[in-house]
């Protein structure tokens, strides 16, 4: 699993995962999103479009996270999950309380 | 809410790793790297300062270079191991190539792993991870040891590995060891542990005479904090039906929605954010021949039909159990003629891996029992095994790497039970 990030405006941050996130990787993920609140960086996109497989240490990752940002009064969102992913999202319901966007343009919209 | 630090998290979000070496560009690079990769970084450029940094300040890991003046790599590894501060914290060696005595020596010493200079910085992560995977749980235990007063010692471990090999025990009681019998249907089960203990679990409740409460579900992770879980649910869930049978308010049984809910208001009062269980609670009406459900974010059970030969997912409703509070979860009912089977599974069967990232999958669970329910004689037992055969072939392994669990419920034809024991 590779990651990188970029600023866009409004102060929201994208963090872009590209490669499965499963075992161990889900702990590298984690402390990814949660660095970014470290910084000060309470607004989130998370940029699954390259992720093709997640477990459920991912999913708890997720979880773990949006609630820290929630609690620090910031948003986290994921943004185009591929099929695979976005399967386990929908099985799970979790789709019900995540936001989850198409395009990068609602995505960032959704902090404005 | 709660707050989502505790114990029971194996993972810690804030781990510490101590970089070694006598070269200032190397211990740069390794801090600019880890620190990318979200992890505290301490440094020393020499054997003596590493130690007073390590003792001073126990970090989770240590990335230690073998070739420094004065005091060396083996060195620090051996006073690093006779420290018992240091005794446990795992060790990784950078060792410059072909060095091959040095790896045997490092590990001979006790290090964790070793990389080879010069390295690729995702090698390093890597590497860092998996040995961080392996030594958390230990981390988690240690504490557990101490309190024991026995220390590290043999003794210690022994007593430890006693109750964890009791704690399975128990655990293997908590499961019915044989389906009920019941009248018109028959039910098998199917649970392989990936580990000692099980995340995966399953239940049968007596309500009444004609109504039973079934309930299949998978703990996220594996191991003890999993299998703790697991007995809070299935013993939340006893409870929870024994009290409303006997208030006699919710004629004639308990809404499973509404009782999904408790138990998910429970976990995420009582335990980590990041341990939840995804399953499936239904009561089956034996007279009626109906299931009525409820699915807590658990995969989709399958309704085999016997009159059309189709097979049908049971529908969604409701997320994972034990993360949020919002969660809401409904009922539904699904009718079993006869002949008709349902079939409920954790992810462990449907995500066998065969072929690297292939899995075994629904539609081939699915096809496996459209193909043999077919006539209408295939007994759940004997689903159950040609599952786990099926399984074995597909992954070419007997060896689960996920827990796997199955419930096959089969409402029985009129005469089958007749034929089945004349045979």
Sequence with gaps: MNFDTTTREQNVTVLHIEGKIIGNTADTFQRAMERQLKEGNRNLVVALMDVPLIDSSALGAIILTVQSFRESGGKLVLLNPQRAVRDILEVTHLATVLEIYDTEESALSAFS | MHQPTSPNALRTTEETILVVDDDIDIVELLKISLESDGFNVHTACDGASGLENAWANVPDLVLLDVMMPHKDGFQVLKELREDARTKAVPVILLTARGQTEDKIRGLDTGADDYITKPFDLREVTARVEAVLGRTRPIKYINPLMKA???????????????????????QRKLLPEKAPSLPKFDIATLLQSSTSVSGDFYDFIPL????????????????????????????????LCDEAMNR????PYPEPAAILKRINDLLVRDTDVELFATMIYGVLDTADATFTYTNGGHCYPLHYNHRTGEIDFLEAC???????????????????????????????????????DIFYGEERLAACLAKHAAGGKLAPTAFCELVQNDLARFSGST?????????????ELRNERLVRYSS
């Design chain 2, 148 to 170: 024991m007063g026995d220390g590290f010692s043999e003794e210690g471990v022994e007593k430890l590995a006693g109750h964890l090999e009791a704690a399975a025990a128990i």
């Design chain 2, 208 to 239: 009444s005479e004609k109504h039973i409460g079934i309930v299949l579900g998978d703990v996220k992770g594996s191991g003890i904090p999993a299998a703790l879980v697991m007995v809070m649910i299935r013993t939340a869930l006893r409870l």
């Design chain 2, 248 to 251: 006699k308010t919710d004629f």
């Design chain 2, 318 to 356: 409701g997320m994972l159990v034990g993360a949020f509070e919002e969660a809401a979860f409904t009922t539904k009912t699904c009718t079993l003629a006869p002949g008709d089977i349902l079939v409920a599974y954790t992810d462990g069967i449907t995500e066998a891996e065969g072929p690297p």
């Design chain 2, 399 to 411: 060896q689960p790497n996920d827990d796997r669990a199955l419930v096959v419920i089969k409402h």
